[in-house]
């Protein structure tokens, strides 16, 4: 079956950065377009980057400069390069694969993102 693992998440201080993984399996990985999303306590979850299968890349504006998602299509990996980074951006980050259609059908679990003032 279909199975997205992130990691890479933790605690970290105002201005510095962490780098999140996200493992893909059991898919056609390199023909997917893959998407970060997060989190935070109360709040709906939202869209920060996405990457498609030929390395096309949009980001949310709250993001924009400071994030950087990027592919690694023989490990069957994405990423979610993260700098600057703000307490706002604190959150569960989660991946997703994207079918043709544009929606996201399959979720990984989350990684905890804590950003201190």
């Known amino acids: 079956q279909v199975q997205l693992v992130e990691s890479g998440g933790g605690l970290v201080q105002a201005g510095g950065s962490l780098r999140l993984s996200c493992a893909a399996s059991?898919?056609?990985?390199?023909?997917?377009?893959m998407g970060w999303f997060r989190q935070a306590p109360g709040e709906e979850r939202e869209f920060v980057a996405r990457?498609?299968?030929?390395?096309?890349?949009t980001y949310s504006d709250s993001v924009k400069g400071r994030f950087t998602i990027s592919r690694d299509n023989a490990k069957n990996t994405v990423y979610l390069q993260m700098n600057s980074l703000k307490p706002e951006d604190t959150a569960t980050y989660y991946c997703?694969?994207?079918?043709?259609?544009?929606?996201?059908?399959?979720w990984g679990q989350g990684t905890q993102v804590t950003v201190s003032s």
């Open positions: 997703a694969a994207s079918n043709t259609y544009g929606q996201y059908e399959y």
């Open positions: 990457i498609s299968w030929g390395s096309g890349r």
């Open positions: 059991g898919l056609p990985f390199s023909g997917y377009t």
